[in-house]
Every structure is written in structure tokens, then in C-alpha cells.
């Protein structure tokens, strides 16, 4: 028996749950900032909650620095809901876990949801347009 | 002389351009909630903050009316930032002003940033995807 064909979306979906993957055990994990290099686009805008949109990956990679070390973060854990395709972009909807134990403060869990344009950057699919809110 | 050509993307942004200025002037101005049914796609979802993922028109009409109701609403000025063609799809970053006089306390003013994923409907574009948060 031949293995089973994988769709043009398929090999998508599985090269953007590393990237996601990525994002939570390395960045957040780890925190090895310059691994956001393999996660934004050069040119990536994020619009978090309670901040203006922050452009560019430098910028961007500031943003989590400073969030991971001031929450004391400890995990990101990223899942799809919904992916659509979209010409030379692919729309994301998911929902995300943050872990935290900020300093002098009991451990704590986020819920959010978020919406990112993926594009592709020398071949390989990363964050071009990333926004998110917490679900309460 | 010729009037000058008007390319498709500026055709497009004209009618992106009308339906953010209906959605402030008769939505929230004039309480008109059934004029969303040329705002949003009937599958489109919203991922409003504070509040799980919406999907569906008829529950995103219930959502706008029970927020409008509740903060009295008066204005919300939509402003494009940037308009990114995807396929079949255009994306949208924006920024609104969302102006309310809550019943017993001082007009406010929210200034929030948001993505809107645009499709279209019947030949006409609606928004499908939408997500925002604050600025602060």
C-alpha cells in the first residue's frame, strides 16, 4: 500500500501547528526570543489588548520579552478552530491557554481567542497579522 | 477629458468605506440592528473581548443590541489603517472611536484597533471574521 496523499492544506495546517507549537515551547518555554524570527513575518504587525499596534518583528520581539518577564509566563498552548484559506494568506481563528505565576501572586491561567494572517516568508508560513482578547 | 479609471481595489474600498459609515451612523446611531444583515456574512463570527466567539448573524444582531443597550452607545467612527487583498477575501486593520453616555456616569470614549476579514455576500462586501480590543 502507498501512504496516503497530503493535500496542499494539510502540509499547511501541519507546518503552521509547528509554528504554533514553536511559539509555546520555545518562546514561552524557553524564552528564546530569536526564535520568533521563525514564527513573525519580517514586516508582521501585532494588535494586543491594551497597547497600540506594534509593527515590525524587532518591535515585536520587545512585546513578548517584556509580557513573558513581567507575568513570569510559563506556557502558550495554541489551537485552531478554524482555518481558511485565503489567496497567498491563510486565516487563523484559535484559542490559546497562558500560563502564568507572576511574583507574589498565586499561578494563573488566561483564556483567549485570536485572529492571524499567516503569510509566507522564504517558504516558510509564519505570522504576518496577529490580534487577540481575552474571553473574560 | 475622461473621468480618471477607477481600479477594482479603489472600488472595493469605496464600499468597504460605506459599509463602516453605515455601521456607525445606523447601527449604533439609529439603533437600526436589523441593518446589520448588510454588515455582516449570515455565517460570519465576531470574537468581541470579555465574551467566547459569536458565529452567526442573527446572534451577532443580539450581541450589538444587548452592548449598545447597556454602555448607550451614541458613535462608533471606523478609520481604515491598512487594506491588504487575500484572494477572495480582503483584510482589514482599523481603528475605531466608540463613543457611549452609560446611564449615572460621565460620556466616555473607547478607542479600540480591530481586523475584519471581508467576503462577499450576494455580490456585496460584508464583513465576515471580525475581532478588536482596546488601546488601553
Chains 1, 2 share one sequence.
Not at 509555546?24 to 530569536?34: L, M, P, Q, S
Not at 487563523?92 to 494563573?108: K, W
Request: hydrophobic share 45%; with cysteine.
Amino acid at each position: 500500500m502507498s501512504a496516503p496523499a497530503v493535500s496542499q492544506m494539510d502540509q499547511i495546517k501541519l507546518a503552521m501547528t509547528s509554528i504554533n507549537d514553536l511559539f509555546n515551547t520555545e518562546v514561552i518555554g524557553k524564552r528564546n526570543f530569536d526564535a520568533l524570527d521563525r514564527v513573525y513575518t519580517a514586516d508582521a504587525r501585532i494588535l494586543p489588548p491594551g497597547a497600540p499596534i506594534i509593527a515590525g518583528r524587532e518591535n515585536i520581539k520587545k512585546f513578548w520579552r517584556d509580557l513573558v518577564q513581567s507575568v513570569n509566563a510559563k506556557s502558550a498552548v495554541l489551537t485552531s478552530v478554524d482555518v481558511i484559506p485565503a489567496g497567498d494568506s491563510v486565516v487563523e481563528i484559535g484559542r490559546a491557554t497562558l500560563r502564568m505565576a507572576p511574583e507574589g501572586q498565586p499561578a494563573a491561567e488566561l483564556e483567549v481567542k485570536y485572529v492571524v494572517c499567516w503569510r509566507q516568508e522564504d517558504a516558510q508560513w509564519k505570522w504576518h497579522i496577529d490580534i487577540w482578547n481575552p474571553n473574560s
